[in-house]
T-cell receptor, first 114, second 110 residues
Framework: AQSVTQPDIHITVSEGASLELRCNYS??????LFWYVQSPGQGLQLLLK??????LVQGIKGFEAEFKRSQSSFNLRKPSVHWSDAAEYFC????????????FGKGTRLHILP | DAEITQSPRHKITETGRQVTLACHQT?????MFWYRQDLGHGLRLIHY???????NKGEVSDGYSVSRSNTEDLPLTLESAASSQTSVYFC?????????FGPGTRLTVT
């Protein structure tokens, strides 16, 4: 079945440590790929997106993501997290030829230790 | 500036009542979407529309309806509210793969 999987429901890292949040998708063709962040009680903010081209995508707040076609993955990374990065992160895809219908993963809650 | 708004931002209603959540966008986008967000489920698609008079069911459409009489608005109606519909609802519009989300409506059904 077509799906977006974020295998980690919760992740805890220390402030200043590096971060990688995993995302895998199962669609036949390469979809459009997105990462969103949601702080408690807030709406969704787009961190970065991949449509085509360079497979390493830079986003806001120091985040980057790498598209790996062979692994059907689009993992989000940050070299050094800050306490303000504590939030929920959603991977999302728009399957090709599906007229912008976005499918979300279930999210990963990031906790930061001081 | 173009934007997407939702109203009300918070709503408390009783089981069995009809409730309508408003979504209005000023980008003139043809594509509009309604999602609900629940703990452990992420965002799930309820209904979507690709243009005036077009509506389609999403993943969790039971108990919800939408209508699209103009480009700017896609109201979401809960015909008979149930406690299981307590959630945060997000509206979005999109063009060429980029989605713009509204601020959300927190609905509580008691």
């Amino acid at each position: 079945a077509q799906s977006v999987t974020q295998p980690d429901i919760h992740i805890t890292v220390s402030e200043g440590a590096s971060l990688e949040l995993r995302c895998n998708y199962s669609y036949g063709a390469t979809p459009y790929l997105f990462w969103y962040v949601q702080s408690p009680g807030q709406g969704l903010q787009l961190l970065l997106k991949y449509f085509s081209g360079d497979t390493l995508v830079q986003g806001i707040k120091g985040f980057e993501a790498e598209f790996k076609r062979s692994q059907s993955s689009f993992n989000l990374r940050k070299p050094s997290v800050h306490w303000s990065d504590a939030a929920e992160y959603f991977c999302a895809v728009v399957p090709m030829n599906r007229d912008d219908k976005i499918i979300f993963g279930k999210g990963t809650r990031l906790h930061i230790l001081p | 500036d173009a934007e997407i708004t939702q109203s009300p931002r918070h709503k408390i209603t009783e089981t069995g009542r009809q409730v309508t959540l408003a979504c209005h966008q000023t980008w003139n986008h043809n594509n509009m979407f309604w999602y609900r967000q629940d703990l452990g489920h992420g965002l799930r698609l309820i209904h979507y529309s690709y243009g005036v008079h077009d509506t389609n069911k999403g993943e969790v459409s039971d108990g919800y309806s939408v209508s699209r009489s103009n480009t700017e608005d896609l109201p979401l109606t809960l015909e008979s509210a149930a406690s299981s519909q307590t959630s945060v609802y997000f509206c979005a519009s999109s063009e060429k793969g980029k989605q713009y989300f509204g601020p959300g409506t927190r609905l509580t059904v008691t």
